[in-house]
């Protein structure tokens, strides 16, 4: 399984399942299997309470994408 983290600040928030919108200092987590089921996780930075975003299952068509897809979600959910 191969996992990635970036830390970003939203200024505009993001919507999570369990918490509703939250902003600030955040840091993405995803995580890929070996057949492309991405999880995705999200944390106020320095926290240890993770919280999921809204959607459903992920899947990737090929596992390799994953590196581009978090850097991808990390940048839209950064922007202002």
């Known amino acids: 399984m191969e ?3 970036t830390t970003f600040t939203a200024t505009h928030g993001v919507m999570t399942s369990e ?3 939250i902003s600030g200092e955040l840091e993405l987590f995803t995580s890929c299997t070996d057949d492309g089921t991405l999880a995705l996780a999200i944390t106020y ?3 240890e309470e993770w919280y999921t975003l809204p ?3 992920y899947h990737l068509h090929d596992p390799r994408d994953h590196e581009v897809v978090h850097r991808m979600l990390a940048a839209v959910l950064e922007r202002p």
């Open 19 to 21: 918490a509703g919108v």
């Open 45 to 47: 930075a320095g926290a």
């Open 55 to 57: 959607g459903g299952e």
């Open 3 to 5: 996992k990635k983290s």
